[in-house]
């Protein structure tokens, strides 16, 4: 194609159809409807569908779930949930075959999960009252396999005691894509920067970011 066809077949893409000004309040309506039929199908499957089904796998459900979509549960553990909790897009729940008591995941009160998060426990991962999990954030309890490689090979399962349990206070915030590694615990009104490796402790009320994820600031420079 010389220069002259690709100006040509420019052209022709940017091409669009005029939207008379007449038509401009009956395509917004058509709009507004196309969305108002989407939600309201989206309410009637959380309604009969998502929340009762949700509420039925769980150890324990409280009052106000928002879940607009059911998340992917495999294994078997206890997952208990606390009131008024919203579960944004998907997110999946994994509990881990160990040789020990079950795991356990708990999300307290108010806590918001975003789209695409993943608990992954052999142990226990608990998170507090009020904390924002954003989208996209893994936390794991676990390794996921052995780390030793003939142990690995002989596709033995990790045992329980090679798990360490990960706490996130209350009011904590995770950003975006944050990974949350085995043993972390997360302090009360933390932050966790977007795309963070917590692999240890970050303090009440500290901000952490980078890989592995360090302190940036102290809770008294967040004054403004």
């Not at 089904?53 to 324990?60: M, N, P, V």
């Not at 918001?112 to 904390?131: L, M, P």
């Not at 972390?184 to 977007?194: D, L």
């Amino acid at each position: 194609m010389n220069e002259r066809q690709r100006a040509a077949a420019r052209r022709i893409l940017g091409w669009g159809l005029p939207v008379p000004r007449i038509l401009r309040p009956l395509l917004r309506a058509g709009h507004g409807a196309g969305v108002w039929i989407l939600e309201a199908g989206n309410f009637l499957r959380k309604l009969v569908w998502t929340e009762p089904l949700l509420r039925a796998l769980a150890d324990s459900v409280g009052a106000g779930l928002r879940a607009d979509r059911l998340p992917y549960i495999r294994g078997r553990g206890s997952l208990i949930i606390g009131e008024n909790v919203t579960l944004s897009g998907r997110s999946c729940f994994y509990f881990m075959r160990v040789d020990g008591p079950a795991p356990k995941i708990r999300l307290g009160d108010r806590v918001f999960v975003g789209h695409g998060c993943t608990f992954s426990a052999a142990c226990s991962i608990t998170v507090g009252n009020d904390a924002l999990i954003s989208a996209g954030v893994r936390i794991h309890d676990n390794d996921g396999h052995p780390l030793d490689p003939e142990r690995r090979l002989r596709g033995e399962r990790i045992r329980c005691d090679e798990a360490a349990e990960v706490e996130i206070g209350d009011g904590a915030w995770i950003g975006a894509q944050a990974i949350v590694l085995k043993g972390a615990r997360i302090g009360k009104n933390a932050i966790v920067g977007a795309g963070a490796v917590v692999t240890s402790e970050v303090p009440a009320g500290a901000v952490a970011a980078g890989n592995p994820a360090r302190v940036v600031k102290q809770g008294h420079d967040l004054q403004v």
